[in-house]
């Protein structure tokens, strides 16, 4: 079974629509992260949380919101779904500031 | 303003040769450094990590080297093999300031 799991895998969806993309985690890691990936630009950062009541704004977080709702669970929510929004979204966990982070596979949206 | 640099998209080496991966940023605040691998349709996985105190940094196959005056993160993987063709990521750590940086990755492609 995978450490870090993201759900849907894959999601298409319309313009305007509310999504939610879900990670779980049995590592047991405190910090989880959600990152974007689009092509030529890496992985950005678009929040984190150090703990279940710690949410922090990455380098993109205008248009995402998040929740912890237990030391496993992180969610991405888009309230408002636009185009731009179409990526490959991770969702990362990690032990603590200088240890390395774990991924999940990834998911694949589009927003049309 | 790139903070984070990897200069070259895609790199193609022979297998059994070395493959030099390059990462260069900007600002000194980062003080540690790491490197991940992706598969397509995976999330990264970690490879090796360096830390601002150290200027090498070996396991196995792969080393990372450090050079903080020149700020400039390479990493080697000798000798290539074909399982080593994926993208690989630098990603940028600052413990002080809690920022962190992935670069835009490079594809390496090991060809028998």
């Known amino acids: 079974d995978a450490d870090v799991t993201q759900t849907p895998r894959n999601r298409i969806t319309k313009t305007g629509k509310r999504i939610m993309l879900e990670c779980s985690q049995t590592?047991?890691?405190?910090?989880m992260y959600w990152y974007r990936q689009d092509p030529g630009l890496g992985l950005r950062l678009i929040y984190y949380?150090?703990?279940?009541?710690?949410?922090n704004k990455g380098e993109i977080s205008d248009g995402y919101s998040v929740s912890r709702q237990a030391q496993a669970k992180f969610s991405l929510s888009l309230e408002s779904a636009i185009p731009n929004q179409t990526a490959l979204y991770f969702c990362?966990?990690?032990?603590?500031?200088?240890?390395?982070?774990?991924f999940g596979d990834g998911t694949r949206l589009s927003i049309l | 303003d790139q903070q984070v640099k990897q200069n070259s998209p895609s790199l193609s080496v022979q297998e059994g040769r070395i493959s030099i991966l390059n990462c260069d940023y900007t600002?000194?605040?980062?003080?540690?450094f790491l490197w991940y691998k992706k598969y397509p349709a995976e999330g990264p996985t970690f490879l090796i990590s360096?830390?601002?105190?150290?200027d090498k940094n070996e396991d196995g196959r792969f080393t990372v080297f450090l050079n903080k005056s020149a700020k400039h993160l390479s990493l080697h993987i000798v000798p290539s093999q074909p399982g080593d063709s994926a993208v690989y990521f630098c990603?940028?750590?600052?413990?002080?300031?809690?920022?962190?940086?992935f670069g835009a990755g490079t594809r390496l492609a090991v060809h028998p």
């Open positions: 990362a966990t990690s032990d603590g500031n200088n240890q390395p982070q774990h």
């Open positions: 590592k047991g890691h405190d910090r």
């Open positions: 949380s150090f703990d279940v009541k710690d949410i």
């Open positions: 600002n000194s605040m980062f003080d540690y």
């Open positions: 360096i830390s601002s105190i150290k």
């Open positions: 990603l940028l750590f600052s413990g002080g300031y809690n920022k962190l940086i």
